[in-house]
């Protein structure tokens, strides 16, 4: 199985912070990486897909980048509303895996 | 809108199975693979499998084989997930997730979400 790795854990930010999170696959996964943002109590919500594509009616302010094993979801500048749980998910085999997330907190 | 709205929770005892429904709403329901995720206390998300409604052909991940059936009802746009033999380690919120991709092979990623399921084992 791929593992992902996500760091870090967690992280403390302020509104209008610039938030890096990394994560990185134990193999080669090409592009095939997704991100995903999770809110206490609510199903996780698609956010990036391959690795570097904005998901309809996702803010502009999410970005991703990366190819290989090494990928990194950015904010560019937090809002209130992006307080939340983040994970990283391939589909370049199955099983599917998901990395372990991290946790945005004010 | 796209909708997929799950069963409510469950209290199940350990060595019993479980049957979680997801109905589905605002899309051709054939057209697009559901996957089953799981989610335990304070943990990142599990891939269960897939399932295609079109043809009835699914795919587990290798951990949950033999313990996990996946089915649907077209005439009611729902799938289901069974779950046997239900230990504790299996309490977790269990969701079905829609494939982006269309009429097609899985994408193997999810664009829409239930609302999610809580089944607890306890004795």
């Known amino acids: 199985d791929i593992q992902m790795t996500q760091s870090p854990s967690s992280l403390s930010a302020s509104v209008g912070d610039r938030v890096t999170i990394s994560c990185r696959a134990s193999?080669?996964?090409?592009?095939?990486l997704y991100w995903y943002q999770q809110r206490p109590g609510e199903a996780p919500k698609l956010l990036i897909y391959?690795?570097?594509s904005l998901e309809s009616g996702v803010p502009s302010r999410f970005s991703g980048s990366g190819s290989g094993t090494d990928f990194t979801l950015t904010i560019s500048s937090l809002q209130t509303e992006d307080f939340a749980t983040y994970y990283c998910?391939?589909?370049?085999?199955?099983?599917?895996?998901f990395g372990g997330g991290t946790k945005v907190e004010i | 809108q796209v909708q997929l709205v799950q069963s409510g929770a469950e209290v199940k005892k350990p060595g019993a199975s479980v049957t979680v429904s997801c109905r589905a709403s605002?899309?051709?329901?054939?057209?697009?693979?559901i996957h089953w995720v799981r989610q335990a206390p304070g943990q990142g998300p599990e891939w269960m499998g897939w399932?295609?409604?079109?043809?009835?052909?699914?795919k587990y991940a290798q951990r949950f084989q033999g313990r996990v059936t996946m089915t649907r009802d077209l005439s009611i746009s729902s799938a289901y997930l069974e779950l046997s033999s239900l230990r504790s380690d299996d309490t977790a919120v269990y969701y079905c997730?829609?494939?982006?991709?269309?009429?097609?092979?899985?994408?193997?990623?999810?664009?829409?979400w239930g609302q999610g399921t809580l089944v607890t084992v306890s004795s």
């Open positions: 193999q080669n996964i090409r592009t095939y």
């Open positions: 399932f295609n409604p079109n043809s009835g052909d699914a």
């Open positions: 998910q391939h589909s370049y085999t199955t099983p599917l895996t």
């Open positions: 391959a690795a570097s």
């Open positions: 997730a829609r494939d982006r991709n269309y009429w097609t092979a899985p994408a193997n990623y999810f664009d829409f």
């Open positions: 605002g899309y051709t329901f054939s057209g697009h693979h």
